[in-house]
């Protein structure tokens, strides 16, 4: 079984509850939409194909028990779930990060899943399969990247639709847009309506140059 990978890489996880760990990138490629602030384009372009177990090996070079699978867009590739698995059954913690697009209902329950639902700025709200939040563990987690007062007030309605008609418990990320929205703005909207949610920064364009692959 293989898969094209875009990049394996180890660096500090700069985002979700796991943010600051060091952990080890699995960047698969390809992609089904094309987000106006995407920092990951080249993820789209063909990548190398690798079979599962010389991805494992490569892991496991690095020492690292926490692994996060993302791309581009890790699900439209059939093989992802058996990576997934495979990689839980060697008892890593394993993340995996997708756009929110795509069931993940598919994705063995050892996985932390973090979902990223479209706001209106990134062009592709209209992509968002809503059923994902009836599909989430409580380990699994939402993530929304935000550019403008529109966005937020589309995101007040995910943590709402969640947290309160749903009953869910489950960490919501409201995330700025790098360079876009001031993340000083976002926390004094959180702030003021009191919201449930993490202010999530990219730790990594913090460390280093947001411009720089494989961080």
């Known amino acids: 079984m293989s898969l094209l990978v875009s990049e394996i890489f180890y660096s500090i996880q700069g985002e979700s509850s796991f943010a600051g760990w060091p952990c080890v990138?699995?960047?698969?490629?390809?992609?089904?939409?094309?987000?106006?602030?995407?920092?990951?384009?080249?993820?789209?372009?063909?990548?190398?194909?690798?079979?599962?177990?010389?991805?494992?090996?490569?892991?496991?070079?690095?020492?690292?028990?926490?692994?996060?699978?993302?791309?581009?867009?890790?699900?439209?590739?059939?093989?992802?779930?058996?990576?997934?698995?495979?990689?839980?059954?060697?008892?890593?913690?394993?993340?995996?990060?997708?756009?929110?697009s795509l069931d993940i209902s598919g994705i063995d329950s050892r996985a932390v899943k973090i979902v990223d639902i479209k706001c209106p700025s990134s062009g592709e709200v209209e992509a968002n399969d809503m059923e994902n939040l009836t599909r989430l563990q409580p380990h699994d987690e939402i993530k929304c990247v935000l550019g403008d007062t529109e966005d937020y007030l589309f995101a007040k309605e995910i943590e709402k639709r969640l947290h309160v008609d749903l009953g869910l418990g489950n960490t919501v990320h409201f995330s700025p847009v790098h360079g876009a929205l001031d993340p000083r703005q976002l926390a004094h909207w959180i702030l003021a309506d009191h919201l449930n949610v993490r202010l999530n920064l990219q730790i990594h364009k913090v460390v280093w140059d947001p411009n720089e692959r494989g961080r």
Do not use: W
Request: charged letters at 20%.
């Open 25 to 100: 990138f699995v960047r698969l490629s390809g992609c089904n939409l094309k987000c106006t602030y995407c920092d990951t384009a080249y993820a789209s372009e063909p990548g190398k194909s690798m079979h599962i177990e010389g991805i494992v090996d490569q892991i496991k070079a690095y020492g690292c028990s926490l692994i996060e699978i993302t791309g581009g867009e890790p699900l439209i590739q059939q093989e992802t779930p058996a990576l997934v698995r495979r990689l839980a059954d060697m008892h890593y913690t394993v993340l995996l990060e997708t756009n929110g």
